[in-house]
């Protein structure tokens, strides 16, 4: 079974790749490099011994997707190309908007075309807005979004069901993931953010490896356990398997929209993760107690139950792994 991957050299999107390879799928990758090398490429083929067709296209390009189709006889897609970063999603929204939308809008239009309708959507937490409450069931359904990063991906959800609803021969599952961390245990793949990070773990790698000097933690005042922040942080191996999950669900059940939470179901504070990082990799991560940033939530986690029930998918690795295999990477690549 042939599978299109865009943006398959990215973070999420190489591990998927590595995970497909190794369940036997025959997979294609379109990526355009703008947030991935090309390097990784060959780090896929280390890691499982397995070619992977490439093609360095925008997905916004129609007539390379059109080629890519043509070339190939793909059955299903999953769709990781995309623009991420929520505070550049604030001061340069039209990017993300064109990104984001015209890449998904292109990649469904070629697929009707050419009668392939198997579709896995990278979604996120952040579409279910400020519930009022921690714990986010898949039934809550899409809140108002605060940032335009954001409201791509529940654009594109809207999207999706309204395709479907006009033609239900379209199976869709749309994964809606917490925090991915962490990396492949080889240490030869894992996430490289450009310029000073936004986000926790990559910021903690740059200080415990010393290239940045001290963590800001935002705010010790929240009502949660030691006043920290609460996330779900997922590993990205086991986010990835959760796509294979997926994407038996959707070629098994057939038609329909499949909607799930991807995470862990347990919530783990900044100082816990900082606390957890010195203790497993024994690196001291220099941090102060900073104000709160603006936008933050104080605490929310998954419901992970749906996609146990229906995908048999559960994460298995832990805090500790997440932490180790991060800095594993870190290690393995800090002069690239
Ligand atoms: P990433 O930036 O590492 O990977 C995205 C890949 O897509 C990159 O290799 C980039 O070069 C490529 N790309 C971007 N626009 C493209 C285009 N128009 N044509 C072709 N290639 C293009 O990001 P990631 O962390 O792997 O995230 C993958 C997907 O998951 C994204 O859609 C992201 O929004 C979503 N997501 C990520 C997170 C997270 O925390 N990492 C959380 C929730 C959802
Ligand atoms: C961010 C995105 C969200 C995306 C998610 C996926 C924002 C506002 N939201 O979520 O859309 O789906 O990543 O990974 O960017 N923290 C610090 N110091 C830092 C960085 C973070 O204390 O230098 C704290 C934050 O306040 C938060 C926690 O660490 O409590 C996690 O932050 P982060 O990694 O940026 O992820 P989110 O904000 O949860």
Redesign the pocket.
């Known amino acids: 079974m042939k599978i299109l991957v865009?943006?398959?050299?990215?973070?999420?999107?190489?591990?998927t790749v590595v995970e497909l390879l190794e369940n036997n799928y025959e997979v294609i990758i379109?990526?355009?490099?703008?947030?991935?090398k090309i390097d990784?490429l060959d780090k896929i083929k280390k890691i499982t011994g397995k070619e992977t067709k490439f093609y360095q296209?925008?997905?916004?390009?129609k007539m390379a997707l059109e080629k890519i189709f043509k070339e190939n006889k793909i059955d299903s897609v999953i769709?990781?190309?995309?623009?991420?970063a929520v505070g550049e999603s604030c001061s340069k929204p039209l990017m993300y908007y064109h990104?984001?939308l015209?890449?998904t809008i292109n990649l469904l239009e070629v697929m009707k075309e050419n009668n392939v309708k198997n579709f896995i959507?990278?979604?996120?937490?952040?579409i279910y807005g400020n519930p009022g409450t921690s714990k986010y069931v898949e039934e809550m359904g899409r809140g108002k979004t605060t940032n335009p990063?954001g409201t791509?991906?529940s654009m594109i959800e809207q999207i999706l069901e309204d395709l479907y609803n006009s033609d239900n021969e379209w199976s869709i599952s749309i994964l809606?993931?917490?925090?991915?961390?962490g990396a492949h245990s080889s240490g030869l793949i894992g996430?490289s953010?450009n310029g000073i990070p936004n986000?926790l773990m990559p910021y903690i790698l740059k200080v415990a490896s010393k290239q940045l000097e001290v963590l800001n933690v935002f705010g010790n005042d929240y009502p949660t356990p030691d006043g920290t922040g609460v996330r779900d942080y997922i590993h990205?191996v086991d986010l990835a398997k959760g796509h294979v999950s997926a994407l038996n669900k959707i070629v098994k059940s057939g038609a329909g929209v499949y909607v799930y939470n991807l995470g862990s179901g347990k919530g783990v504070s900044v100082l816990e993760l900082v606390n957890t990082f010195e203790r497993v990799n024994g690196v001291k991560v220099n941090y102060r107690i900073a104000d709160r940033r603006p936008g933050d939530l104080a605490e929310y986690y998954a419901d992970p139950s749906k996609a146990l029930k229906e995908l048999g998918w559960k994460t298995e690795k832990t805090v500790e792994d997440m932490c180790r295999d991060s800095w594993n990477f870190m290690k393995n690549n800090i002069n690239e």
């Open positions: 865009t943006g398959g050299l990215g973070f999420i999107g190489s591990h379109v990526d355009n490099l703008y947030n991935s990784v296209d925008d997905v916004c390009n769709h990781f190309a995309g623009y991420k990104n984001n015209m890449s959507f990278s979604s996120s937490a952040t990063y791509t991906k809606r993931y917490f925090n991915p961390i996430e953010p986000n990205v």
